[in-house]
């Protein structure tokens, strides 16, 4: 049984009233605030925009924590590898990511107000003296080759201080002569405790089992927010709940500021350890894991009861934990909150950064700055690369003006896809000469004779040579041996590997997407063998539909 179910069960046991809900104000004697916790930004200031529903961005991250502020104290932390994207920069990419890390360390200082940045290894892709904000790392020792530190903090919060200190895996950072980071955690928490903090929240780059020993070996964290690096979730892996071990809450944000973990903390006086009261938001997300749990135990059951070997102690075990999951669900439904009658509580919600939400329109701005800004340098930059090297007797790409003077009826007909206004959606929302989409929205991007950052004018839209190769021989070919000098059809994992990857074409089918792409005139018997189905934009549609269409206010569409 997960780890939070037993705290839940713990704070069921207590009798509850209702709070008063207002964020800041003084409750029973207390003090109200709200933590908002990220880690594993990775240099992303928004997304790609392609999915059908974009998370994570930063000028929405703004206007939520200016929302919070004005109903009272709000705190910001993040855990690091903030900056950068790599850990080690590829020259092409580096006037790009040193403009974004300028952005981002910008709006950290000024429109976030953020309390205390952990250090993670993508925060070093520039070296220590990159880093632009000062990191708590406990465990990092001063010196020339340091980043900028700052030692444990006390934040302000109403009548009340909160600690906040960092540590970082060693192993990690390798360069920085780390120590062991549970000496230096409860050293920290020792220090902040003596200076009159309430509470304690941490700040870990390191793994999960790692953070796990390390709360379990310090008493007094209270909240600990982990950066998992390279297993820092997506957003389907991000639980509603914290994960409770001892009197420590850890949460595991999601990486590139796709969900951030927004705390509404409750403090009374008396101490002791702070109480997980739920809350609404939480109970509805929580039902949902709880079902999701439920059902993959019916499964099981299922199986085990056409099973005459399964182990009946090990049957009894799975049907009674299935028997306290559902009665964990059945309370949830019945009574959400559960605000105990003394003592702290928090109540969590996992905020999706979508496009629903509203931005900070000083935040839209700079961006809009930043994309300019960073074309600018992209292309100027690339201007001074060789480029790439044909290889003797290699074909080369001569663009879909050529293609057409033989296959017209074929070009007419990829003139009505999706693939011939690749450029331009790019171009709507400045993004043409951006690494990290320009390779998507061109043809031959990076290959010998291809598209580059500095030359693409002939080779804009995902044309021809996408599919079937270069053409350079096969325009120069008789018409007896057109046909073996250029592919007849690609590589059935092309689009899927390529650029129709989870994280930029969430509804993709092979299938349904090669039922826009060919017909008359292009590939019409393959597209008959397809038959009747589903088409890429029916999907797209459908996945849009259930996304929604509002966009939030102060942000471009």
């Keep these: 049984m997960r ?119 993508l925060d070093l892709a520039a070296g220590p003296g990159g880093v632009r ?45 780390a120590t062991d980071p549970v000496a230096a955690a409860r050293a920290a ?13 941490g700040l870990a780059t390191m793994p999960r089992k790692d953070a796990v020993a390390l709360v379990r070996a310090v008493p007094g964290i209270d909240i600990m927010v982990v950066g998992l690096g390279a297993q820092a979730p997506e957003p389907d892996q991000v639980h509603a709940t914290p994960e409770q071990v001892g009197d420590t809450w850890m949460v595991f944000p999601a990486n590139r500021g796709q969900i951030v973990a927004r705390f509404e903390i409750t403090l009374r006086p008396g101490g002791g350890p702070l109480v997980d009261a739920i809350g609404e938001a939480g109970a509805a997300a929580r039902r949902e894991e709880l079902g999701a749990r439920l059902a993959l135990l019916d499964e099981e059951l299922a199986r085990f009861a056409q099973d005459p070997h399964a182990d009946p102690t090990f049957v009894a075990q799975h049907r009674a934990e299935r028997d306290r999951v559902a009665m964990e669900r059945d309370a949830l439904a019945t009574s959400p909150r559960r605000i105990p009658a003394r003592g702290s509580y928090f109540e969590l919600t996992q905020v999706r950064i979508q496009k ?32 790439v090297a044909v290889p003797a007797g290699a074909a080369t790409y001569v663009g879909g003006e050529a293609c057409g003077d033989c296959h017209a009826e074929a070009v007419e007909f990829w003139q009505k896809t999706r693939h011939a206004g690749a450029w331009e959606t790019l171009e709507k929302v400045g993004k043409q000469f951006d690494y990290d989409c320009i390779g998507c929205h061109t043809t031959g991007w990076n290959e010998p004779g291809g598209a580059s950052m500095a030359t693409n004018e002939s080779l804009r839209d995902v044309q021809c040579e996408t599919c079937h190769g270069p053409g350079s021989k096969h325009v120069d070919a008789s018409d007896a041996d057109a046909k073996q000098t250029i592919r007849l059809a690609p590589a059935p994992d092309l ?5 129709h990857t989870p994280e930029h074409s969430d509804t993709f089918e092979h299938a349904a997407y090669l039922r826009d792409i060919i017909g008359p005139g292009h590939g019409e018997k393959a597209r008959a063998l397809l038959g009747d189905g589903p088409t890429g934009r029916e999907l797209r549609a459908a996945g849009l539909a259930k996304a929604g269409k509002a966009i939030g206010a102060g942000c471009p569409k």
């Design 189 to 201: 928490v020792a220090d902040l405790r003596a200076r009159g903090a309430a509470r304690v929240v």
């Design 3 to 121: 780890p939070w179910v037993i705290g839940l069960a713990a704070a069921l046991m207590t009798a509850g009233c209702p709070g008063n809900g207002k964020t800041g104000s003084s409750a029973a004697g207390g003090t109200t605030f709200t933590l908002f916790a990220l880690a594993e930004l990775r240099g992303q200031i928004e997304p790609c925009g392609c999915t059908t529903d974009p998370l994570g961005d930063l000028a929405r991250t703004a206007q939520l924590v200016e929302a919070a502020r004005t109903r009272g104290p709000a705190v910001v932390v993040d855990a690091g590898s903030l900056l950068y994207s790599q850990a080690k920069l590829p020259e092409h990419l580096r006037a790009q990511e040193e403009l974004k890390a300028d952005l981002l360390a910008r709006v950290y200082k000024e429109e976030l107000q953020v309390a205390a940045v952990g250090l993670g290894p």
């Design 495 to 499: 689009c899927a590997t390529r650029c």
């Design 356 to 387: 629903a939400l509203a931005c900070d329109g000083d935040v839209v701005t700079a961006k809009q700055g930043y994309a300019r800004a960073a074309g600018e340098a992209n292309v100027a930059a690339a201007r001074t690369y060789p480029p």
């Design 133 to 177: 904000i000062p990191r708590h790392a406990a465990n990092v020792p001063a010196g020339d080759q340091a980043p900028a530190l700052a030692p444990p903090a006390l934040v302000t919060v109403g009548k009340e201080s909160i600690g906040v200190f960092g540590v970082v895996d060693p192993a990690l950072v390798p360069a920085l002569g």
